[in-house]
Nanobody, 125 residues
Framework: QLVLVESGGGLVQPGGSQRLSCRLTGGSLDFYDIGWFRQVSGKEREGVSAIHAATGRTFYSESVKGRFTISKDNRKNTVYIEMNNLKPDDPALYSC??????????????????WGQGTQVTVSS
């Protein structure tokens, strides 16, 4: 059974940095594209970033481009997102999700099949 577990959320000051981890069990990152998404209560889930299984090709939303970096360690079956210069618009429940690798790297949450439970990120001084 494919399971995703996020970790690394918490409280960070504005302008600070935080790294989230997404560990995959029951499968291999060699065969799954992974996306990071965030959601604030009352708003739609937003695709933040994604990484392709085979090529390592990445996607970033305009709201995080230049501040967030996605990466993965296939040996640890873990995907990371490094978030820098965190802003008041960034607090949310951050979740990772998996979809079998394909030619297209999806940013639409509706395309992803397996979801983690999420980790809360709070930005406050």
């Amino acid at each position: 059974q494919l399971v995703l577990v996020e970790s690394g959320g918490g409280l960070v000051q504005p302008g600070g940095s935080q790294r989230l981890s997404c560990r995959l069990t029951g499968g291999s990152l060699d065969f799954y594209d992974i996306g990071w998404f965030r959601q604030v209560s009352g708003k739609e889930r937003e695709g933040v970033s994604a990484i392709h299984a085979a090529t390592g090709r990445t996607f970033y939303s305009e709201s995080v481009k230049g501040r967030f970096t996605i990466s993965k360690d296939n040996r640890k079956n873990t995907v990371y997102i490094e978030m820098n210069n965190l802003k008041p618009d960034d607090p949310a429940l951050y979740s990772c999700a998996a979809v079998p690798a394909s030619i297209k790297l999806y940013s639409d949450p509706g395309e992803y099949e397996i979801w983690g439970q999420g980790t809360q990120v709070t930005v406050s001084s």
